[in-house]
């Protein structure tokens, strides 16, 4: 049974530019949550979605940002117009229930 | 909101000392849940403690949850260098549904 994917693992883009990343949850899992992780900082809740649906997204900045799970194939976290600030690793997890959380490898975003 | 608070930032041992962290919640949680994350890797689920006054055992790792389910710790006896890493406590809040607030982490290092 494989793990929570992420991917890329590593994204570099310039300023301006759009950052897609994407999460394929555990198999069963139909709860997916989108975290930041700062260097020597802790994680920062993002957004909480179940499938076609977004349930918890206070944690996420109300422009550029964006997160979808459709019905078919990955979450995916969206960043518009990158700036310097969003460098950080992005980690999605997933669950079956509101229990334990399986994170992914985490992609890692570098804005030039 | 919620905040989750955990002490010491940082913790240097020599190997075989004892190591402690400990967690502190703003508001009552439903349940409590410990991830370890080595450097460069991704936060890995250790345990969940729901009840008041719990205490759970993983070998040499000692997890308790307080009686007014606002605080938490975890006691490593005999530390070892797999040890190294950063210990997260992260809440669920009783009225935060799924999302778990993250504390800041405890970055272990340990000494041969």
């Known amino acids: 049974n494989a793990g929570v994917m992420q991917n890329p693992r590593h994204l570099v883009r310039r300023r301006g530019q759009e950052a897609r990343l994407r999460c394929s949850p555990m198999?069963?899992?139909?709860?997916v949550y989108w975290y930041r992780q700062l260097p020597e900082e802790g994680l920062k809740f993002m957004v909480y979605?179940?499938?076609?649906?977004?349930?918890?997204e206070s944690g996420m900045p109300k422009e550029r940002f964006s997160a979808e799970f459709p019905k078919e194939g990955p979450s995916i976290l969206r960043i518009q117009q990158v700036v310097r600030g969003d460098s950080a690793a992005y980690f999605c997890a997933s669950s079956f229930t509101s229990n334990e959380q399986f994170f992914g490898p985490g992609t890692r975003l570098t804005v030039l | 909101g919620q905040q989750v608070m955990q002490i010491p930032q940082y913790q240097h041992v020599q190997e075989g000392e004892d190591f402690t962290t400990y967690c502190n919640s703003s508001t009552t949680l439903s349940n409590i849940q410990w991830y370890k994350q080595r450097p460069g890797g991704h936060p890995v689920f250790l345990i969940q403690l729901v009840k008041s006054g719990e205490v759970k055992k993983q070998k040499r790792l000692t997890f308790q949850f307080g009686e007014a389910k606002k605080n938490s710790s975890l006691h490593i006896t005999a530390t070892q260098t797999t040890d190294v890493g950063t210990y997260f406590c992260?809440?669920?809040?009783?009225?935060?549904?799924?999302?778990?607030?993250f504390g800041e982490g405890t970055q272990l290092t340990v000494n041969p």
């Open positions: 992260a809440g669920n809040g009783e009225t935060s549904g799924s999302r778990l607030t």
């Open positions: 198999k069963g899992h139909s709860h």
């Open positions: 979605l179940q499938k076609e649906n977004i349930i918890d």
